[in-house]
C-alpha cells in the first residue's frame, strides 16, 4: 500500500441513480432486516468501530414505531360497555355492546370484535431510505491501482419518518457479512436496471461495479468529526459544508489522478 484513506459515504435510496437498490419488495433494507429476523444475519453493530453488538432482541425494538398499549385482561365478573377495549388469549377486542361474562372470540360477534388498536406500528421498509457505507480507499503500488475495501454499512431511518425527529440508526453490519449475505440471496438480492432488465445484478456485483452514488460526509480525522460538524464547530454555516463535501470528492479524484505517477 502506498495511499490508504477511510471515508464515510451517505447514500439516499430515493435518489434516481440508487432506485436499482430500492427497487418495490426487492429493497436491500428489506433483505437485511429480513436476514436478521430469520437469525442469517447474527452480528448487528452499535457503530463504525463494528465492535460492540446489538443483541437481535434491541435491534427489533428499534423497527418499532409505536409501542403497543396495554389494556386490561378480560374477566367473566367485570362489566364492559359499548367500545370498551380488553385483552383475551393475546388479542385486542372491542365491545359491540355493554355485556357482562361474555367470552370474547371470532365467533361472538354480537358482543366482540377483533381490533387492532393498540397494536405496536413498525416502521415500513419505505421508510429505511439512507445507508452510510465506511469504506477504506486504498493505492496499491505494485500493481498502481486504487481499491474501495467497503468495511461496513448502516441503516438509518430519516428524522421525518421518526417520531423524534432525529435520524435512527438501525445499526451497522459487516460487509463481508453483507456480501455472503447478497450472494447466498441471489432472487431476492436484486440491483434493478430501469433502462436493461436483462441487466439486472447482484446486490454485492453492482456494489462492486460503483453503481451508486453517495455523498462523503466524513473523512478519516484525529477529532473524528464529520465535515458538517467541523464546518459548523468554527462558526461556519451550514450551506458551507455542504459545499466541502463536493470540494472533499474532487480532492479524492484529484489525488487518485496524481497517484498514477507512482
Not at 490508504?4 to 427497487?23: H, M, P, S, T
Not at 474501495?148 to 454499512?153: A, L, P, R, S
Amino acid at each position: 500500500q502506498h495511499y490508504k484513506v477511510r471515508v464515510w459515504r451517505n447514500i439516499d435510496l430515493r435518489e434516481k441513480q440508487n432506485k436499482g437498490f430500492f427497487a418495490k419488495n426487492g429493497e436491500i433494507s428489506r433483505l437485511i432486516i429480513d436476514a436478521v429476523k430469520s437469525g442469517e444475519m447474527p452480528d448487528i453493530y452499535k457503530n463504525d468501530s463494528l465492535t460492540s453488538k446489538y443483541s437481535k432482541e434491541e435491534f427489533l425494538g428499534f423497527l418499532v414505531q409505536q409501542q403497543a398499549e396495554t389494556y386490561q385482561a378480560w374477566t367473566p365478573t367485570q362489566d364492559f360497555y359499548t367500545d370498551d377495549i380488553t385483552t383475551y388469549n393475546g388479542r385486542n377486542y372491542r365491545a359491540v355492546q355493554d355485556s357482562k361474562g361474555v367470552t370474547p372470540s371470532e365467533d361472538a360477534t354480537d358482543n366482540w370484535a377483533v381490533t387492532t388498536q393498540g397494536s405496536g406500528l413498525p416502521y415500513a421498509v419505505s421508510d429505511m431510505t439512507t445507508i452510510h457505507m465506511m469504506e477504506d480507499v486504498i493505492f496499491d503500488r505494485r500493481r498502481s491501482r486504487l481499491y474501495y475495501d467497503i468495511q461496513g454499512m448502516e441503516i438509518i431511518i430519516p428524522g421525518e419518518k421518526t417520531t423524534s425527529g432525529f435520524n435512527l440508526s438501525l445499526g451497522w453490519f459487516k460487509y463481508k457479512d453483507l456480501e455472503k449475505l447478497f450472494r447466498n440471496n441471489i432472487p431476492k438480492a436484486v440491483w434493478f436496471n430501469r433502462q436493461n432488465t436483462a441487466q439486472n445484478k447482484n446486490f454485492a456485483d453492482a456494489i462492486l461495479l460503483r453503481l451508486f452514488q453517495g455523498s462523503v460526509y466524513k473523512i478519516q480525522n484525529p477529532d473524528d468529526e464529520t465535515i458538517s460538524e467541523t464546518y459548523i464547530g468554527n462558526g461556519r454555516p451550514y450551506r458551507e459544508s455542504i459545499w466541502a463535501r463536493e470540494w472533499t470528492e474532487m480532492m479524492l479524484m484529484e489525488k487518485e489522478h496524481n497517484l498514477w505517477e507512482f
